[in-house]
């Protein structure tokens, strides 16, 4: 990493070092936490910023924890650049924060590889599919966090709902930054057998390590010459800050697209069928004080999702032609109209 990106992804960490030395010749040792984000301004990572953070600073300051008072914040992203990850976690392990709070399954990995002994908060899909523990209930090691789904499961579930409120899909892509990860190959293996009993096609739409504007507009002027009738969406946290771009490119080429969180459809999107990213945050702030108070992360067991919402746009369905099956608007937690 250049120096010029590194200070981009990193820039906040020596404010921090230095607030942490006048705040420790006062009362005492002040705990240290690092956020380490896959896609988020490091300017959005406040409880002024996104839904996700905003619900985890507003669940610390509600147990106490007050950034600036009695708590240390140290923050990180890589800006959506895979390439970042490796540099990225090792800049944070180096500074020994005492505790780690990260939203990426790849994140966590990395960050696990070079500590046994920092505690790691991680908002990812399965993380025993995903190779970060072998016990939900019991994590070992250094990691524990929350769920953002119930099992692999989930994907070919997103692909039948997907297929009932388009009925006419045939041809699907799958739009993801990294088809040869091992997350990207496993979900895409559930999907396939999902694609294969429902009688569609799907392939993988790889965006590639660097997902910008420019490389969204090029998969999706691929799509379009392939004829492709329907987008699966990952749920990678790159695709969630770009959410705006993907679903302004998903109404200019015609596009139904499923997504995995609701915060896509309040921006345009047609449906999506996932979990409470503010409600996952707060339980990571939760955890996080758990740990602060001297819980290791094996006597805090992983959180696993229950609750799954169907959040249906029909403004949009209509402005691509369609109209939701009155089966799929009864089933439907929210529906924008």
């Known amino acids: 990493m250049r120096r010029r990106e590194f200070i981009g992804a990193a820039g906040a960490a020596t404010m921090f070092a230095l607030t942490a030395r006048t705040y420790a010749q006062g009362n005492g040792r002040t705990p240290r936490i690092a956020i380490v984000a896959v896609a988020t301004r490091i300017e959005d990572i406040t409880i002024h910023g996104v839904p996700a953070f905003k619900g985890y600073f507003s669940e610390l300051e509600r147990l106490g924890y007050i950034e600036g008072t009695n708590l240390l914040v140290e923050r990180y992203s890589a800006l959506g650049r895979f390439d970042r990850f490796q540099d990225i976690a090792q800049t944070v ?5 005492d505790l780690i709070v990260t939203w990426s399954n790849v994140l966590a990995l990395r960050l696990k590889s070079l500590t046994t002994t920092i505690p790691i908060v991680l908002a990812g899909a399965d993380p025993i599919a995903a190779g970060l523990i072998t016990n939900l209930a019991r994590p070992e090691a250094n990691v524990t966090g929350v769920s953002s789904d119930a099992g692999l499961e989930i994907w070919g579930k997103r692909l039948q709902v997907f297929v009932d409120a388009v009925p006419m899909l ?168």
């Open 170 to 337: 045939r041809n699907a892509r799958f739009l993801v930054t990294d088809d040869t990860t091992h997350w990207a190959k496993i979900v895409f293996a559930v999907l396939s057998q999902a694609a294969q009993q429902l009688n569609i096609s799907i392939r993988a739409a790889v965006v590639g390590n660097a997902p910008d504007l420019p490389a969204y507009e090029r998969v999706f002027q691929q799509m379009a010459g392939e004829r492709v009738d329907g987008l699966v969406v990952a749920d990678g946290a790159e695709h969630v800050v770009n959410r705006a771009s993907i679903v302004r490119l998903a109404a200019q080429y015609r596009m139904p697209a499923m997504y995995a969180f609701r915060e896509f459809v309040h921006a345009g999107g047609l449906l999506s069928y996932g979990i409470d990213l503010a409600d996952s945050a707060r339980r990571m702030a939760d955890m996080t004080v758990e740990l602060l108070n001297g819980k290791r992360p094996g006597q805090i067991p992983f959180y696993q999702q229950i609750k799954f919402e169907l959040v249906l746009n029909r403004a949009t369905a209509g402005a691509l032609g369609l109209e939701f099956p009155a089966n799929v608007l009864a089933t439907a937690d929210e529906v924008i109209e």
């Open 93 to 97: 392990v180096e500074r020994a924060p």
